[in-house]
């Protein structure tokens, strides 16, 4: 008399795991690229939002600044768009102005000496101030900065880590 015994073998266990180690290693490197440019996203998003409320505000009171001041463009300041602009923004031009970028950072920002431009800068991945050069780059850590009504240095392309 046989029995037949139920159940899975150990190689065919071995040969099960090591697919999904394969389909991990292949698809983790993705999504933690496509959680970075997720938070890019969000951040050039949420910095065309606060411009445009302040430059519907800037066609009314014509500047930019607020009264008192002292942070110039374009020598940002981290404090600028947290501390200053939701005073002068909200409610009117926007219902609540974001103050951090998708990296949990302050945005940083400013006004010209003649309040006629200004500028919002996001330090990116690795919340420090860049000297970037102005335009397109591939790198998650770049610094995204949004000026009189354009970026100005912005993400594109395949970002590189």
């Given amino acids: 008399m046989t029995r037949k015994q139920k159940g899975f073998t150990l190689i065919e266990l071995l040969i099960v795991v090591a697919i999904i180690g394969i389909l991990a290693a292949i698809a ?3 999504l933690l690229t496509a959680m970075q440019r997720s938070r890019q996203k969000r951040t050039m998003a949420d910095m065309r939002s606060c411009a445009t409320a302040w430059e519907a505000r800037a066609t009314d009171v014509n500047e930019y600044g607020a009264a008192g001041a002292t942070v110039t463009w374009p020598s ?7 501390n200053t602009l939701p005073g002068i923004l909200s409610p009117t031009y926007i219902k609540q102005v974001p103050t951090k970028d998708g990296w949990g950072t302050n945005y940083a920002g400013g006004v010209s000496t003649d309040r006629q431009s200004y500028s919002i800068e996001s330090y990116g991945k690795n919340k420090s101030n860049d000297s970037e050069s102005a335009g397109p ?3 998650f850590d770049c610094d995204i900065v949004f ?3 354009s970026f100005v240095v912005y993400p594109e392309g395949v970002q590189v880590q």
């Fill in 28 to 30: 983790i490197p993705n």
């Fill in 137 to 139: 780059t591939t790198k």
């Fill in 147 to 149: 000026s009189n009504g």
């Fill in 76 to 82: 940002t300041g981290a404090d600028y768009v947290a």
